[in-house]
């Protein structure tokens, strides 16, 4: 044969084969997703009879005029099969090779091609089986580097060993030179394309089958979230709407992005629907049904100072009803992104309040005019008790009446003191500035020598009216009982959460076993009832007394404030 045949006989070899591995690798690459992902048995089922398809073929298709089934393409396919199926692909591909190789009468057997058929399963099942155990522990290219080395040479000892009689071929002739070197070779780099390409093929499906589980888990639980969320939403969009009370949500600047019915009730909104960006901003609404729109405005101003903060106002409205206006936040991640309007009608409440408080102006009213009348009647009869004591002269009677005149002025005490307490907790607690209350109550005691001092107050309490009876009765009861006091002070700090304020003294201050006593009624050296009367005005919004100070060093009262009853000063109380 020419040179130019050989060379074109050689290049159909390399076509054919080449072929037929782009049909194994499109067969491979197409085994059905359902076997592929759990490469089970059904799919080493599957590599068997791709790759015993193309071994088959490649019978047909001899490598180089040789009719060797081994030195074609079939010395890479079945330890490649075993490689990549398991047990289960080598075993069928190399039974059907063997079978398709024995004569019918057995006899002419060629036991180099059935042995290297035979080795090459066993070898690529047996580094599949490595693998999967995590025996060996290899890089999927040294792995196919070893595999192929290793039955390169053993191919190559059994052919030396067992050499192929080609009827073409003279017996002896080229055996060693041609054939063993040209399969070896063949097998190593045969091996290692052809099972890149298979590598290749596994780590693209296996990514996409990894794209495709991680997106059906990011869809679903999207879907979570989103069934979490909408059953969230319903849940307060119910609760919302549930209540009475109008809520209405805006804006930092005002403008209206949300509403309850009750709500659109209060604002006077018609159409439930209507988009929040037609409708005209929070102060628009409310001021144009309000008595007095000063109120919203005030509580706007504090809004801007205060914005972390809650604030509340009543507001009545045209209609005749009174609103309770509080308003809070509207916080997104901890930013405030606008305030939640909450509207509750305290009309009722209004109208039970001034019931009683018309009441409660009768009963004072009357009560100050018996008061009146008992304090004249004692003081008639302490009067006829004197008379009395000066003319008898029977000591007897003389002690008793004056036991008598003692249990009068009692009376009288108690009947004053009903005076002093008739106000408490009579009118609404305000925001007042201790330190200004306490230079207030000061004033009366100009006279007695007595330096007044207040640190720096930065924080203004909310308490009932007569905090100024307060600083009243305390400096009373340190010029009474504090024998040589001559400075007078008021402090304060901070502890943990809560604002005490300290009043101290510089006389002689209380013995221990009077500390807890002291706000006791009736207990005291005078008429005991000052500082019970303390304890009482500062106990109506959650505000307590202790004395703490050091006998001998003066008293020191500590008033503690709780953290809702006390925010920073902004203008003299009111």
């Known amino acids: 044969m020419d040179p130019l045949s050989q060379s074109w006989h050689l290049f159909l070899d390399w076509f054919e084969n080449i072929s037929l591995l782009v049909v194994l690798i499109f067969l491979y690459n197409y085994i059905p ?23 088959i073929m490649g019978i047909f298709i001899p490598w180089g005029g040789t009719s060797h089934p081994s030195i074609g393409i079939n010395g ?113 780099f045969g091996l290692i394309l052809l099972g890149s390409v298979i590598r290749a093929i596994d780590r693209k499906r296996d990514d996409e089958y990894e794209l495709v589980a991680y997106k059906e888990h990011l869809e679903a639980l999207v879907q979570e979230r989103t069934a979490a969320l909408e059953r969230t939403n319903s849940l307060q969009e119910a609760t919302i709407e549930s209540t009475t009370d109008g809520i209405i949500v805006t804006g930092l600047h005002g403008e209206v992005t949300g509403y309850n ?54 507001l009545k409205f045209q209609n005749g009803s009174t609103y309770e206006l509080s308003v809070t936040p509207h916080r997104l991640a901890g930013v405030i992104i606008g305030h939640v309007y909450n509207f509750r009608n305290i009309t009722k409440r209004k109208m039970a309040e001034e019931a009683i408080k018309t009441v409660n102006q009768k009963l004072l009213l009357l009560s100050g005019i018996t008061r009146h009348d008992i304090l004249n009647q004692l003081t008639a009869l302490n009067l006829y008790v004197q008379l009395v004591i000066d003319e008898t002269t029977d000591t007897g009677i003389k002690e008793h009446l004056y036991q008598i005149d003692q249990i009068l002025k009692t009376m009288q005490l108690h009947t004053e003191f009903t005076s002093d307490y008739q106000d408490v907790g009579l009118h609404e607690p305000v925001w007042q500035i201790p330190g200004d209350i306490f230079i207030q109550a000061s004033a009366a005691f100009k006279d007695k020598g007595i330096e007044f001092k207040t640190g720096k107050i930065e924080y203004e309490i909310y308490t009932d009216p007569l905090l100024e009876r307060v600083f009243y009765n305390l400096i009373d009861n340190s010029l009474r009982h504090g024998e040589h006091v001559s400075s007078i002070s008021l402090t304060e700090y901070m502890n943990g959460h809560k604002l005490v304020l300290v009043y101290h003294d510089n006389g002689t201050g209380i013995l221990p076993a009077e500390k807890e006593k002291i706000f006791q009624k009736g207990f005291g050296k005078h008429t005991g009832f000052g500082m019970f009367l303390i304890h009482e005005i500062l106990s109506i919004t959650g505000i307590s007394i202790r004395e703490k100070g050091i006998y001998g060093e003066g008293v020191r009262f500590e008033i503690t404030v709780p953290p809702d009853k006390f925010r920073p000063k902004t203008e003299p109380a009111t």
């Open 76 to 188: 890479v396919l079945v330890p490649l099969a075993g490689l990549v199926g398991g047990p289960v692909s080598a075993a069928i591909i190399t039974v059907t090779l063997v079978l398709s190789r024995l004569p019918l009468n057995f006899v002419g057997i060629d036991l180099s091609d059935i042995l290297i058929t035979i080795i090459a399963g066993i070898i690529g099942a047996l580094f599949y089986l490595l693998r999967e155990r995590k025996i060996l522990k290899l890089a999927p290219l040294t792995e196919l580097v070893i595999l192929s080395s290793l039955f390169a040479c053993i191919t190559g000892i059994v052919l030396i060993c067992n050499p192929v009689h080609d009827q073409n071929v003279p017996p002896g002739a080229q055996i060693l030179s041609v054939p063993v070197i040209e399969v070896a070779v063949i097998i190593f």
């Open 261 to 314: 019915s009750a709500g659109a009730s209060v604002l006077g909104i018609v159409d439930k629907k209507c988009e929040s960006n037609q409708i005209p901003d929070i102060y628009s609404l409310v001021c144009s049904q309000v008595h007095k729109p000063d109120n919203l405005l005030q509580c706007q101003e504090k809004l801007a100072d205060y914005p972390h903060e809650p604030i509340k106002v009543d």
């Open 33 to 55: 997703d359902r076997f592929f992902i759990h490469r089970d048995r059904i799919y080493s089922v599957f590599v068997g009879l791709i790759f015993t398809f193309a071994a």
